[in-house]
C-alpha cells in the first residue's frame, strides 16, 4: 500500500518543531520492511501538502497528541472531502485513552490503541486485501454503525528486534533541540531515540504508569547512537524516555560503552531523571564522561504529602537534594521540574515548592500546571470527582505540558490561588539577585539572549 503518515500541528504556543515524531518512526520502519511506501507529513516543520497527499495514498494514519485532537478533526474532515473512500486511522496518546471519544468523528475509521508496530503491519495487511478487521487485535473500529473494540495486542517485549527507524522519511535536518536557551545550538545535529517503554511506577498524571518496563540492551542503544552519527552526522542525542534510570546498572553500561566505542555523541534527557532516588555521583560521573552535556531531575513538589500521596512519585525531597548536590560536584548544568495544582494542594503547599526550588543549586527551573491528560489517574480522578471537583476547560487545545492554563479544580484547590503561585514561582526563582549575577556570567546568556527575552516574557512577566 501508499501509505500516507501525517503529525499535526497542535493548537498550543509551545515550540513543537523539537523532534522526530518517534512513533511513526518506529512505525513506518516496520511497514517499510513489509514491503509498504511510507511518506510521512509534518505539519509542524512541513508545507501543508495535505491535498496532494491525499491523492496520493491508498490510507492515511495520524498520531494524536491530546493537544492536536481538534487539528486532527480539521485535517481528516479535508482528507475526507477529498478522498471519502479513504481509510484513516489515528494512533497515539489521546485514541489510546479515548478511542472511542475520537471515534464519534465521522472522518475518523479506526484507532490503533497502545504501540503501533505490530498492529500497523497486520492492519495495513488487512485493508489491503480487504479482509475482515475482526481478527486484528489492538484496535477500535466503526462496523455496523457501532463502535467494535477488539481484544488488546501483546506489547513488544524484545526492543532490540525492532528495525532502525525511518529517519530518513522525516526532514531531518529541519529540527531543533529541546531547550535551545541553555545551549549553544547553532552547531548541533539533533536527533531524538527512546531506549525504553513502559513503566511500573504509579505517578499520577503520566499514562505510561503501571505498564511494564521493557528496554534495548546497551549494545542496541549505541548501535543506534552511532548510526544516528554515521548516516545523518548527529553529534547530540536526546533521549525522550520516561525513566532512563530505572535499572541503574542498565544506564551505566550505555555509557560506559559509548566511552569504550569512543562514539563521541553528546547527549541530554530532556524529559528529566525521574527516579531520582536511583541517581548516585558515580552514574553521573560516567554519565558526563560518555557526552551528557546537563540533567534534569523530576522535583515535582517540595511537600511530601503532596509528592507520595497525591503525585504517588515514591521518592523524597531529600532524593532530589541529593540528586543536584551530587550533578553539581561532577560539574553539571542542572534543572528541575516542579508542578502547581495538585488536587487538594494549598498555597502554603505550593509556597514549600517555591521554597524548594529556591533552596536548590539548580541553574534552572521549569514549573508547569498539572495537567490532567486522558488516559492518566488525575483525569480519571477529576472525571469521577463529583461534587469534589470539576474540569475548567474542555478543549483540547489548552492540554499541553506548557500553556499555563489551570484545567480543573479539586478539593480547596482553586484557580486564582495556583495561577497567583505560579507566577510567583517563576519571579522567586528567575529574579533573584545570586542568580541574574550567575547568568551574567554564563555564555549561553548571550548566544540565546534573543529567546531568552521571550521566554521571560511568557513565563516570568
Given at each position: 500500500m501508499k501509505i500516507l503518515f501525517v503529525y499535526p500541528r497542535p493548537n498550543i504556543s509551545f515550540d513543537t518543531t523539537h523532534c522526530v515524531q518517534l512513533g511513526l518512526a518506529h512505525t513506518?520502519?516496520?511497514?517499510e520492511e513489509a514491503g509498504h511506501t511510507v511518506r510521512v507529513l509534518d505539519l509542524n516543520v512541513q508545507?501543508?501538502?495535505?491535498?496532494?497527499?491525499?491523492?496520493?495514498?491508498?490510507?492515511?494514519?495520524f498520531y494524536v497528541m491530546t493537544p492536536a485532537v481538534n487539528a486532527t478533526y480539521v485535517l481528516t474532515g479535508r482528507i475526507k472531502r477529498i478522498n471519502p473512500n479513504v481509510p484513516v486511522v489515528v494512533g497515539g496518546p489521546f485514541p489510546s485513552a479515548l478511542p472511542e471519544?475520537?471515534?464519534k468523528s465521522p472522518d475518523i475509521d479506526i484507532v490503533i490503541k497502545g504501540e503501533g508496530e505490530l498492529t500497523a503491519v497486520e492492519l495495513f495487511d488487512f485493508l489491503e486485501n480487504r479482509k475482515s478487521l475482526d481478527a486484528v487485535n489492538g484496535i477500535f473500529f466503526k462496523k455496523d454503525g457501532k463502535v467494535q473494540a477488539n481484544p488488546e495486542r501483546q506489547k513488544i517485549?524484545?526492543?532490540?528486534?525492532?528495525?532502525?527507524?525511518a529517519y530518513h522519511l522525516f526532514p531531518f535536518y529541519n529540527y531543533n533541540p529541546t531547550r535551545p536557551t541553555w545551549i549553544d545550538a547553532r552547531k548541533l545535529i539533533p536527533a531524538t531515540m527512546m531506549t525504553q517503554r513502559g513503566c511500573p511506577f504509579e505517578c499520577n498524571f503520566c499514562s505510561s504508569q503501571r505498564t511494564g518496563f521493557r528496554a534495548m540492551s546497551p549494545a542496541r542503544v549505541v548501535e543506534h547512537i552511532t548510526r544516528l552519527r554515521d548516516d545523518f552526522g548527529v553529534n547530540f542525542v536526546e533521549f525522550q524516555d520516561d525513566v532512563f534510570n530505572l535499572v541503574p546498572k542498565r544506564s551505566e553500561e550505555v555509557c560506559s560503552l559509548l566511552i569504550q566505542e569512543q562514539v563521541d555523541v553528546n547527549w541530554s534527557i530532556p524529559n528529566g531523571i525521574s527516579r531520582v532516588e536511583n541517581v548516585t555521583q558515580h552514574?553521573?560521573?560516567?554519565?558526563?564522561?560518555?557526552?551528557?552535556?546537563?540533567?534534569?531531575?523530576?522535583?515535582?513538589s517540595g511537600n511530601d504529602h503532596i509528592r507520595n500521596t497525591i503525585i504517588?512519585?515514591?521518592?523524597?525531597?531529600k532524593n532530589v537534594r541529593d540528586a543536584v548536590a551530587a550533578a553539581k560536584r561532577v560539574g553539571f548544568q542542572t534543572g528541575a521540574f516542579f508542578v502547581f495544582g495538585h488536587p487538594g494542594e494549598t498555597k502554603e503547599q505550593m509556597q514549600e515548592t517555591i521554597n524548594f526550588a529556591c533552596s536548590m543549586p539548580l541553574d534552572r527551573a521549569q514549573f508547569t500546571i498539572a495537567t490532567p491528560f486522558p488516559g492518566t489517574d488525575l483525569y480519571r480522578m477529576i472525571q469521577n470527582a463529583g461534587d469534589k471537583g470539576k474540569f475548567l476547560e474542555t478543549n483540547w487545545d489548552y492540554y499541553g505540558p506548557y500553556e499555563a492554563k489551570v484545567l480543573f479544580e479539586y478539593g480547596g484547590t482553586k484557580k486564582e490561588t495556583v495561577e497567583e503561585m505560579y507566577k510567583k514561582a517563576f519571579r522567586s526563582f528567575y529574579m533573584r539577585p545570586s542568580y541574574i549575577q550567575k547568568a551574567l556570567q554564563r555564555k549561553a546568556t548571550y548566544t540565546n539572549f534573543p529567546l531568552l527575552i521571550k521566554e521571560a516574557i511568557r513565563f516570568v512577566i
Open positions: 513506518a520502519a516496520v511497514l508545507p501543508d501538502t495535505l491535498d496532494e497527499d491525499t491523492n496520493w495514498a491508498d490510507a492515511i494514519g471519544e475520537i471515534l517485549q524484545n526492543l532490540d528486534e525492532l528495525p532502525f527507524p552514574f553521573l560521573q560516567i554519565a558526563k564522561n560518555s557526552g551528557c552535556v546537563d540533567v534534569w531531575f523530576a522535583g515535582e504517588k512519585k515514591r521518592n523524597t525531597t
